[in-house]
């Protein structure tokens, strides 16, 4: 080494510069996919509507589908509509749609799927969900990973009013109430909004100092008050008196979770069929069937359903789907 | 007479006769290592962009089943530091660890490919990223001290340091250029921060002296420093000193997530600019880490520190004033940005002198290693004071802290040592 002078140590070095620019150009060239948009069904742009009927709204290769509800592996019809999240009720749906690779905005949809509004939000799309009457909208984000180092994620959730256009852009700013008492800390980490019939209370998750709780939030009160522990994406039945949610095994969400049920009137928690570990906020089809995404080992999505009462068993519904919801 | 070099680097043997010489900027080998520095930041901050997007929307994963092992993983770095800061000072391999440390993270780059959807693979990757950083740290601080004489030291850590954020500053860039060339395609963005992180362990090999001329150090046949003789730089005075000063100014840090979250609180920021505040910081650092150094070599290393801190303890008060506005927050942001760039190499570079050649690197990865333990005490207090009273009355209690660690450091670091035998806890 010490006999190389300083010419040929450069020399070197650009060498390495160009075999390993030439390794990294010819990994990106094998690795490049070609543009994803074109949907497989047949044909893109076919009318996808949100109007109420026997149909199942899901996403398909990022845009948004929908499929017979008693056919769910006959053909499906694709949008142009390209959505990492959707969700719909009464007419109204909600979007999380890619404004660049990197940025997000919550699209409001009509029954046309035509945007009514948007609003910019920051992180990464993780849950959408639109109340019964399809006035209130929320959904969740990621933020974070600020730096490699330091595992620094945390959620947004956010609520619009879209009769009133008033927007709530993170459920920080309401009053926490846990086990009676006032509560406050930074770590407060909100996700998985489902709303009441009333449009203005919800059920949502709350995670603060390595536990998550069940919430039950007033959005005129702005304010939010705990209800039982380890319940996360909770996911209210069309009657109200269940809450569907993902329960982490043992409490650690590290174990993965389990798709359960909780009767609000007896807080008796039942476990559904699905043994394999569910990260979703699941959606009521009826009042008693639940659809939710898993994911093959690749990270492909499909939409499967599964009894909410404990028992059948789990059923694969749409294959190469996620996000599945209800058209009400 | 350590400490005279600290707060008083010109009552120093006067650089023995040396002129002055203003272009004379930095040793080779600081240059050499800068450089390794800067590529490998472009490395590590090319994943560091993309990596939420490929855990998020790639894997679907979620990713806050990633916090569970953060104490863990700080616990073993710190382990890993220090041994490997010893096993540099007694093999004479510094080159060696730092170039260990620095492949570590290439190949964990390549880990992220191999490790597909598993979560616990995905965090043994980032832990192995992670210990290859703690490892490499100390031994390059070590060489930078041991490259440069005393009294231009705050200069080269000053530009080593710029140096490195500029490799900061174009990792995101280039981690955008590679995802639009080739789609969403995170893989070719780890490749490629392999190869670039790989091309810095080449310019290392090939350009970082182990042994710089002039190296004041022992020669080939002193014997290897011992166990026992690292133990004895912690009975040493003035490195018992330092190490304490580093532990306090530690506790003084509430980190960066705090001091984000309530200025975007407080000026009640669109959520979607948040990222912007690390970015008006890392630049105030990039411009501030030169023109301090400089300034530390002249006016003396302790007073920028002091500044520094002074600057913390200014952007703490900041965040509990009552002033709003744009003028505020980019005033809170160079201010933040100027701590970096007052403390970061600038403490380091106090240190080098404190600690003898033989056990330099093991004293920095000390310093380093009390830092960041400190550090996370400080904000789980932090985290606690604003659960318990709110985030205005916690930035109150921090300022406070700031002051109260700034009298003690300039205590510790500046005072005649004889004054202060028995008053050190041990």
């Known amino acids: ?328 | 007479m350590y400490l005279s070099t600290v707060s008083r680097p010109d009552a120093d043997p006067p650089s023995s006769g040396r002129p002055r010489r203003g272009l004379a900027l930095v040793s080779g080998n600081v240059v050499a290592l800068g450089t390794v520095s800067l590529i490998t930041d472009v490395s590590a901050e090319m994943v560091t962009a993309v990596l939420p997007l490929y855990l998020v929307l790639g894997l679907q994963l979620s990713p806050l089943a990633f916090g569970v092992l953060d104490g863990v993983h700080t616990g073993a770095s710190a382990l890993l530091r220090v041994v490997g800061g010893f096993a540099a000072d007694r093999f004479r391999r510094r080159k060696l660890v730092a170039g260990v440390g620095y492949a570590l993270s290439a190949v964990a780059k390549l880990g992220l490919l191999l490790a597909g959807r598993s979560v616990p693979a995905i965090g043994a990757v980032i832990a192995v990223d992670r210990l290859g950083k703690g490892l490499r740290s100390a031994p390059r601080d070590a060489l930078i001290t041991l490259s440069t004489p005393p009294e231009a030291l705050g200069r080269a850590f000053g530009v080593h340091r710029a140096m490195d954020s500029v490799g900061a500053f174009l990792g995101p860039l280039a981690a955008f250029a590679v995802l639009l060339a080739v789609g969403q395609s995170y893989d070719a963005v780890f490749v490629t921060s392999f190869c670039v992180a790989a091309l810095a362990v080449v310019v290392l090999v090939l350009f970082v002296r182990e042994r710089p001329s002039g190296e004041p150090t022992d020669g080939p046949h002193d014997p290897k420093v011992s166990v026992r003789e690292a133990l004895g730089l912690l009975r040493s005075r003035p490195a018992r000193r330092l190490l304490l000063a580093a532990a306090l100014l530690g506790l003084a840090t509430i980190g960066d997530g705090f001091v984000y979250l309530l200025l975007q609180r407080r000026e009640d920021l669109g959520l979607r600019w948040f990222p912007l505040l690390a970015v008006g910081t890392s630049l105030a650092y990039l411009v501030l880490a030169a023109p301090l150094g400089v300034l530390a070599d002249r006016i003396g290393r302790l007073p920028v520190v002091v500044g520094g801190y002074a600057a913390l303890g200014a952007t703490y008060l900041l965040l509990a004033g009552p002033v709003h506005g744009w003028p505020v927050l980019a005033l809170t942001l160079v201010l933040y940005g100027t701590f970096y760039a007052a403390t970061d190499g600038v403490l380091i570079a106090l240190a080098g002198p404190l600690l003898p050649p033989r056990l330099r690197t093991t004293g920095i990865a000390l310093v380093q290693t009390g830092q960041a333990l400190a550090y996370l005490v400080s904000s789980v207090l932090f985290g606690l004071t604003w659960q318990a009273w709110g985030p205005d009355t916690a930035i109150r209690v921090a300022a406070l802290a700031v002051g109260g660690v700034l009298v003690v450091t300039v205590l510790l670091l500046a005072s005649p040592p004889r004054l202060f035998t028995r008053k050190v806890p041990r």
């Open chain 1, 1 to 328: 080494m010490t006999a190389m002078s300083t010419r040929t140590k450069l020399g070197v070095v650009a060498v390495s510069a160009v075999l390993l620019g030439t390794v990294a150009a010819g990994y990106a060239a094998t690795a490049a996919q070609p543009d994803r948009t074109p949907p497989p069904a047949a044909g893109a742009d076919q009318a996808v509507t949100l109007t109420s009927g026997p149909r199942l709204l899901a996403i398909t290769d990022r845009h948004v589908s929908s499929v017979a509800a008693a056919d769910p592996t006959g053909p499906r019809t694709v949008s142009g509509l390209e959505c990492l999240r959707v969700y719909a009720a009464a007419g109204t749906g909600v979007c999380l749609k890619p404004e660049t690779p990197w940025t997000y905005q919550v699209v409001v949809l009509d029954a046309a799927l035509r945007p009514t509004r948007s609003v910019p939000v920051p992180g990464l799309p993780n849950r959408a969900r639109v109340s019964s009457s399809g006035r209130m909208v929320s959904w969740t984000t990621f933020v974070g990973g600020d730096s490699y180092t330091t595992s620094g994620f945390s959620t947004r959730t956010g609520i619009l009013d879209t009769a009133t256009g008033a927007t709530v852009m993170s459920l920080e700013e309401f009053a926490v109430t846990r086990d009676g008492r006032a509560y406050r800390s930074p770590d407060v980490n909100y996700w998985g909004v489902t709303f009441t019939a009333d449009d203005n209370r919800f059920y949502a998750t709350m995670s603060t100092n390595g536990k998550r709780y069940l919430v039950r939030g007033d959005v005129a009160a702005r304010g939010v008050e705990t209800v039982r522990e380890n319940v996360e994406c909770p996911s209210l039945s069309p009657d109200g008196t269940r809450i569907a949610f993902k329960e982490a095994i043992d409490a650690d969400p590290a174990k993965g979770w389990r798709l359960s049920v909780l009767e609000l009137a007896t807080m008796r928690v039942t476990a559904t069929a699905e043994t394999a570990s569910v990260d979703d906020q699941a959606a009521w089809l009826d009042a008693g069937t639940l659809a939710y995404t898993l994911r093959q080992s690749d990270g492909r999505p499909d939409v499967w359903t599964v009894p909410a009462d404990g028992s059948g068993r789990p059923r694969l519904v749409l294959p190469g789907a996620e996000s599945p919801s209800p058209l009400t």
